[in-house]
């Protein structure tokens, strides 16, 4: 997809912008928007190769790699913000500034937010040198995930989703999406012998419902609540208190037992912020099956937060290039 849009920006003038040789300042501004392309070209094609590499993680990535996995395709997106900058700061630029300064503008503002998101999410996760998949053995105990850590990823994450709406990406996810009673989840959230079955089945339940773009949502819907302390899950009300829960293994709070995207998202952030873990307990909820939750959480979330990225870049490059096209073409003809 990233690669289709890149080529469908570049394609719709190959040769640079139509008319552009119809006067020695569109010849100028015709090669600036050339070079532009093929920076915007060179930038994708590396960014489509830390997709990859994000992407692919597996039972033995730490929290700190992911992050550090999104922060290289932040500076992708930077990459392509220093282009239209410098585009928009030629003096060539003056032929069309007063029709098309608003549209790179906004998307010169959109990819900041974008970088500044990732870089949140970069900072949250640069001290947990921890597994995503951070169970060891069958007699865990679970340890709620750090307050600070758990904050600016949900800062992070809504920032980037928030700059997606603005340029009308919109990812479709359901913050209140409905489940069957779940309340047993709570039987994770306590020490190895509180442990039940019938929590690693809740866990399973919510993520088998929930979507990437519907953890995006419950994460995003949070975004005023993170000042609160810690509690018990038993008084949660959403994913961010599912995330830095003390232990305790009270049935999770009617706020909180039939949300499946609100107890995904509380796993994903649990399971990418520092230190955040689940109780396990042989046969009942063993260590492969809570890393396999664990894993699923912060997998889909990360797919969802660079099928956001990547459809963002995509809009705002697009809004440019037509904009560029429309209006530099109307000049050279006024000529």
Known sequence: ???????????????????????EGGSDLSGIISSARKEFLDAFLSFGELLKDVLGFNLDTTKKEVGEHLGNVGE????????????????????????????????????????????????????????????????????PADTVSVKSLVEGISIIYEAAKEVKVDSKGNADKTIADSKEIAKLFNVTGNVAAT??????????????????????????????????????????????????????SVDVREKGSVIAAGLALRGMAKDGKLATKATDAPHEGINAVLSRAVSKTVNEIMFNIRRTVDKCLKDVNDCIEENFNSEVKSK
């Open 1 to 23: 997809m990233v690669m289709m849009v890149v080529m469908m920006v570049m394609g719709c003038n190959s040769g640079g912008v139509k008319g552009g040789g119809g006067s």
């Open 199 to 252: 929590g690693l089945k809740a866990a399973n339940v919510a993520l088998n419902a929930a979507s990437g773009a519907d953890i995006l949502a419950a994460i995003e819907a949070v975004k005023a609540g993170t000042s609160k302390p810690a509690g018990q899950i038993s008084a949660a009300k959403d994913a961010y208190d599912i995330a830095v829960a003390t232990k305790n293994d009270t049935d999770a």
């Open 76 to 143: 992708a997106v930077n990459v392509v913000k220093g282009k239209l900058e410098s585009l928009k700061s030629n003096v060539q630029f003056n032929l069309i500034k007063d029709k098309a300064d608003g549209i790179i503008t906004k998307a010169i503002d959109t990819l900041k937010k974008i970088v500044d998101g990732v870089s949140k999410i970069k900072g949250a996760t640069g001290g947990a040198n921890d597994k995503i998949a951070s169970a060891t053995a069958d007699n865990n105990d679970a340890v």
